[in-house]
């Protein structure tokens, strides 16, 4: 059935097409995907590639068929940590930035916070200021695009994402009082 979901294990929905990658899971340097596939739809696959592709990193290529061969992929308390961190992360907005909302993702390692305006530009400006450096929504669009929002992983260290929350509504702050930092252009008069 075209578009359907099989809800089973991989191993038991034989027509299901899996990929991924290695730089969300093993190793974030390592920017080489992988499918999983029957053998009949991998071959179209190959054959298609060449016609897209510039060319891949062989030894990254074999380092990835070693990793995943070896298993370095299942890392339970991965998922654990990531759910831990993302709940911190959450906490600490409600905390220190109360009108920032981020809704709780289905999955992924960040979160995409709102503000109530569209000013995520302002604090991403200024945050270097206060020792910590944020992307931006319009990063992320074209014309001025997610202009309330800012993005946030909760992939770093335990206690990391709280502090830069932290810092972040520092940096709120300091905007309210009408700092411009160095990161921030000064208004023109």
Known sequence: MRGA??????????????IGSVSKSVWGGLRMGWIRVLPSLLERVEKARPTT???????????????LNEHQTQRPDTLQHL???RGSLRQALTEHLPDVRALQP???????????????SRPAAIAP????????????????????NIRLPHTLPSGQPVRAI???AQAEQALARGATGRHTPAPVA
């Open 166 to 168: 932290r810092r972040l």
């Open 106 to 120: 289905a999955g992924g390692v960040t979160l995409w916070a709102t503000f109530p305006e569209p000013v995520s």
């Open 5 to 18: 979901r099989c809800r089973l294990p991989f191993s038991r929905c034989p027509a299901a097409i899996s």
């Open 83 to 85: 759910r831990s961190q």
């Open 129 to 148: 200021d206060h020792g910590v450096t944020i992307a931006a929504g319009p990063r992320f669009g074209v014309g001025g695009a997610f202009e309330r």
């Open 53 to 67: 592709d510039l060319g891949t990193p062989v030894v990254e290529q074999l380092a990835t068929a070693v990793l």
